[in-house]
């Protein structure tokens, strides 16, 4: 079997790309190899590969900076996922993509599950909605998995941040209105691995069905506890001098930014935990294996 990887050297990609590799040949392609704002670039290298599987977790998500560059994140976020998909309908191929937990409008009171309206209030949110409507489109065998709040041991995210802010500052500002599960990068990836092994079994049976699942860790949390965990666990870990002594939980009003965040991005797992017969771990959990890992 032939899976073909884009963004590969991202987060969930540099992950995937060694969760993957017990299930088939993996071509693990980068933006240089796969340009996803190039569709028509796009279509030659998935015609030429002809893969049996495309998983594609490259995206624009620069979320604030969409604001002022929505062509450019509909292109690689909608158009683009639109070409993985027709293609893969042509050559009866399955796609695995990823949303976000922003097609949400963040007001209801409890956790989203995958059949709550839908309704993004900033530009990347919109861009990933239409992504997932391109993919249902096309008829494609697919799984859309949409996750929150992304983090990993490497490239720039909230975890390396705060990391970093905790080694050079004594007092933090942190979000404490928005709730929500942060999510690791290599569970994102070790799931999506037994998802793909289960989804192909059951297209050779004859019982495949395509649909939307989310996958983010149990439990919830805010940036503000978010935060302070990490500065917690780095301080057990006592690998690196943290001069920080007080992160202060501000509300979102305080920390003005371009794009509009929902203040709840919880995500019910219970749909994919039923179909694929898995347990999430907790946040707190993964984020101490992954700190561990980092060490």
């Excluded at 939307?212 to 500065?231: C, D, K, M, P, R």
């Amino acid at each position: 079997m032939k899976i073909l990887l884009t963004g590969c050297n991202g987060q969930v990609g540099w992950e995937l790309a060694r969760a993957l590799l017990p299930l088939g040949e993996v071509i693990a392609v980068n933006r240089a190899q796969a340009d996803l704002s190039d569709p028509d670039g796009l279509r030659r290298t998935i015609q030429k590969l002809n893969p049996d599987v495309i998983v594609n977790p490259a995206a624009y998500t620069a979320v604030d900076k969409a604001e002022s560059e929505r062509d450019l994140a509909f292109l690689i976020n909608a158009e683009a996922p639109r070409v993985l998909a027709e293609e893969a309908a042509k050559n009866a191929s399955l796609l695995i993509h990823y949303s976000t937990d922003y097609v949400f409008d963040g007001t209801k009171h409890a956790p989203y599950t995958e059949d709550d309206a839908v309704h993004p209030v900033n530009v990347y949110g919109q861009s990933k909605l239409a992504g997932e409507q391109a993919i249902q489109a096309t008829g494609a065998d697919h799984l859309i998995l949409r996750t929150s709040w992304v983090y990993a041991a490497r490239g720039q995210n909230f975890l390396k941040t705060i990391l970093r802010l905790a080694a050079e500052r004594e007092e933090l500002n942190i979000v404490a209105d928005q709730i929500g599960s942060p999510t690791w990068a290599r569970l994102i990836a070790e799931t999506t691995a037994h998802v793909l092994r289960q989804a192909l079994l059951e297209r050779q049976q004859g019982g495949f069905s395509s649909g939307i699942y989310n996958l983010t860790s149990a439990g919830e949390t805010s940036w503000h506890g978010f935060a302070q965990t990490i500065v917690e666990i780095a301080r057990q870990q006592g690998t690196q001098p943290l001069k920080n002594r007080i992160i202060n939980p501000i509300p979102t009003t305080d920390y003005p930014v371009p794009a509009k965040r929902p203040l709840n991005s919880r995500l019910s797992t219970n749909r994919l935990e039923q179909r694929f017969g898995l347990k999430m771990p907790t946040w707190d959990n993964a984020l101490r294996l992954c700190m561990a890992d980092m060490v």
